[in-house]
């Protein structure tokens, strides 16, 4: 089991950054694959980005493609999510989570272990 913990939300102006970060506890954190999903009052929960297990592919939702990058420092137990040039839209509460299929997904039921998740506001 593992157990992840996210920071680094917060209020930002549109065409801003921010960095989230997901540390992880336990010392298999290398043998998940890590993704972050948001949420929006009133929205489903939707895929934002994925890293494989060795961090050789990533995936990003469409909708902040060029824009958020994920990575992760296996010696950290952390995994990141940059964001740049964010707009309004990307208003919502941020989760980290861990899954223990090899196969990176993209469905929140595909991950088996989530985070508090961290809020994200982008004011226009």
């Known amino acids: 089991q593992v157990q992840l913990v996210e920071s680094g939300g917060g209020l930002v102006q549109a065409g801003g950054s921010l960095r989230l970060s997901c540390a992880a506890s336990?010392?298999?954190?290398?043998?998940?694959?890590m993704g972050w999903f948001r949420q929006a009052p009133g929205k489903e929960r939707e895929f934002v980005a994925a890293?494989?297990?060795?961090?050789?592919?990533?995936f990003v939702a469409n909708s902040v493609k060029g824009r958020f990058t994920i990575s992760r420092d296996d010696g950290k137990s952390t995994v990141y999510l940059q964001m740049n040039s964010l707009k309004p839209e990307d208003t919502a509460v941020y989760y980290c989570?861990?899954?223990?299929?090899?196969?990176?997904?993209?469905?929140?039921?595909?991950?088996?272990?989530w985070g508090q998740g961290t809020q994200v506001t982008v004011s226009s």
């Open positions: 336990g010392r298999t954190f290398s043998s998940y694959v």
């Open positions: 890293i494989a297990r060795n961090g050789g592919s990533t």
């Open positions: 989570a861990a899954a223990q299929n090899a196969r990176v997904g993209n469905h929140p039921a595909q991950y088996d272990f």
